[in-house]
Structures are given as structure tokens and as C-alpha cells.
């Protein structure tokens, strides 16, 4: 029998509030998600902080309180602080690095001069635990550790510290709510056959024009026999939206590909990436009409969100949840 299909919160609640804010992710919660996504990266002294860009220019503070501190091609790496450091800076709303105006315009105010801090993972998982107590809740957890290639580069296993954190914390298994995704296939072989983690494994899936990971090929692992690989060492898929439903652009019907039914017919869900009110694609008059071809036309079994109202609103109306 087919589950519901889930929502998961895009970096928490990111419509409304800055994105991996701690408040971002309480706001989720009562929005209705079923998980909540971290994005781990680490700092100098090995601790992670939930935040997604290896980066910190774009969403905090950083060029102003440590202005000496940045890197030849100008970016300040979480990597050069210390969390002591990072626990100086104040997240904002992100932030488009050549004209520092806000990515959405429409969401939180970024001069609205509220402390907004990085969280550490533990913080994070602790919020999503205690609030799963007190509101009787069972929300899961959607963990990326960062850019395993990355870290490598930088001398660190950031696999090794997310996965002693959620051991922890009481994820371990498959029935522990705890998702772990990656867009590089050697670290979740790495994290299932050297770690020896039963957490359930994620094959993001990005665009090899991104080059988001040298030397994986994205276009592969959207046919038949690619897909057949990835069932090898992975659970279920996560792939860009566009993937699955093509935007032609000027408004005209979407090219529908066949990566759904051919994930499912390998027993693969499929929890594609990110949806966005005020960022339709040219096929979706509305918010609604989005949902209406991934939930209802297409069958994919969860969605990211930055609105998981909007989402869980949809799911309840059409007697999908």
C-alpha cells in the first residue's frame, strides 16, 4: 500500500524566516511537516553547524565582524572559524553576492535587526526531539552533510562527525525518522559500507552543467540501468524538480519524464527539490497548480518546501494526507 506523501521543510519554515534559523524550524513544526532538512557543515574545531553554503557571505554578517578573514576569491569559509567564532555572527535573509540584494524579496526583512544565530547540529536535533515531546509530534530529520569532497580537501570526514551526532541522539536504524542524503555517490557507499550506517540512504540527483560533484553523471543516473545502480547503494531519490517535470518556458504544458515510474518500478520513492511560491515555474499558474502535477498527476511520494503550509494545506484538501 502506497504511504502518504511527506513534506519536508527547506531548511525549516525559509519562506518566512531566514533559512536554518532555529526559529525557521519551530515555525515548520507548526506548520504541519513531516521532516525538517539540516544542512551540516563543519567549522575549524570539527563541530557542525547547521548551514547550508561552505561559505558564509551570502546569509550572515561575517565581511563586517571578521572582515579579515576571508579567503583570496573573497568568500569567508566556515572551515577558517572556530564555532566559538561563528557564534558571533547573525544570520539574514540570503542575499545575491554580486548585488547584495535578497534573493526572494518578499521574505523576512533582512534589516529587521533580530539575532538570528547559527545553530549546531546538536542544537537543531535537540529543538526537532524536545518538541516532538511537547507537542506529541513524531517529526523526522532530512540530513546533508555538506560537500563530503570538500571537506575531504579541507582535511576533515564531515560523514564521521554527522553520523557519531546522530548515533548519539538515537538515529541509527531505518525506523529511527532519520533520512541522510547526499549528491556524492561515494560518500553514502562510504557512510553504508564502511560505517556500516542503517539510515536511510538519499541519491540527490542535481544537474551535471551545476557541476555540483566532478565527475558524477547526473544524466546517468536518470535512465533505467543508472537507476539500477543507484538502487544498489541507495534508498530512494531526491532529484530537482525539473527533472521531472521540464519547464519549456512561455507558459506551455511541462514535459513530463519517466524518472517516477522508473524510480518506483525499482521500489524507489522519490522526494524531488524545492518548492517555492514565489518562485513558479513558467507551467504553474499558481502554487496549487504545482502540487496538482507532482502529488496528483505524477505521484511523487514527498516534496522539499520552503512553504510547508502551503504544502500540508494542499495534501489535507485533496485527501492525499
Known amino acids: 500500500m502506497k504511504r502518504k506523501p511527506i513534506v519536508i521543510a527547506h531548511r525549516g519554515a525559509c519562506g518566512y524566516l531566514p533559512e536554518h534559523t532555529i526559529a525557521g524550524k519551530a515555525l515548520a513544526f507548526a506548520m504541519g511537516t513531516d521532516f525538517v532538512e539540516l544542512d551540516a557543515v563543519l567549522t575549524k574545531d570539527d563541530r557542525a553547524i547547521v548551514f547550508h553554503d561552505h561559505y558564509l557571505n551570502a546569509m550572515t554578517d561575517v565581511a563586517d565582524v571578521f572582515p579579515g578573514k576571508k579567503r583570496k576569491d573573497g568568500k569567508f569559509y566556515a572551515v577558517d572559524f572556530t564555532l566559538e567564532e561563528i557564534k558571533e555572527l547573525t544570520i539574514h535573509e540570503r542575499l545575491h553576492p554580486d548585488t547584495g540584494n535578497a534573493v526572494y524579496p518578499g521574505r523576512f526583512p533582512k534589516g529587521s535587526r533580530i539575532n538570528f544565530g547559527i545553530p549546531t547540529l546538536e542544537e537543531e536535533i535537540a529543538l526537532v526531539q524536545g518538541l516532538n515531546r511537547s507537542m506529541r509530534k513524531d517529526v523526522g530529520i532530512y540530513i546533508e552533510p555538506k560537500g563530503p569532497a570538500y571537506h575531504r580537501g579541507e582535511g576533515k570526514c564531515i560523514e564521521d562527525v554527522v553520523l557519531d551526532i546522530l548515533k548519539r541522539y538515537g538515529y541509527s536504524s531505518r525506523d529511527s525518522r532519520c533520512y541522510i542524503q547526499s549528491f556524492e555517490p561515494d560518500s553514502i557507499r562510504y557512510m553504508r559500507n564502511d560505517l556500516k550506517s542503517d539510515l536511510t540512504m538519499v541519491q540527490l540527483i542535481g544537474d551535471n552543467t551545476w557541476e555540483e560533484t566532478p565527475g558524477v553523471d547526473y544524466y546517468r543516473m536518470m535512465t533505467p540501468e543508472g537507476l539500477d545502480e543507484v538502487a544498489r547503494y541507495a534508498d530512494l531519490i531526491g532529484p530537482w524538480m525539473n527533472q521531472i517535470a521540464v519547464d519549456e518556458g512561455k507558459g506551455r504544458e511541462p514535459m513530463l519524464t519517466k524518472l517516477v ?45 520552503d512553504f510547508p503550509d ?11 494526507r
Open 261 to 305: 515510474a522508473w524510480a518506483h518500478e525499482r521500489n524507489m520513492e522519490v522526494h524531488p527539490y524545492t518548492f517555492r511560491a514565489d518562485a513558479l515555474p513558467s507551467y504553474a499558474g499558481s502554487f496549487d497548480d504545482l502540487l496538482e502535477i507532482f502529488f496528483v498527476t505524477i505521484s511523487v511520494d514527498g516534496v522539499f518546501t
Open 310 to 320: 502551503k504544502v500540508n494545506d494542499f495534501l489535507i484538501r485533496s485527501g492525499l
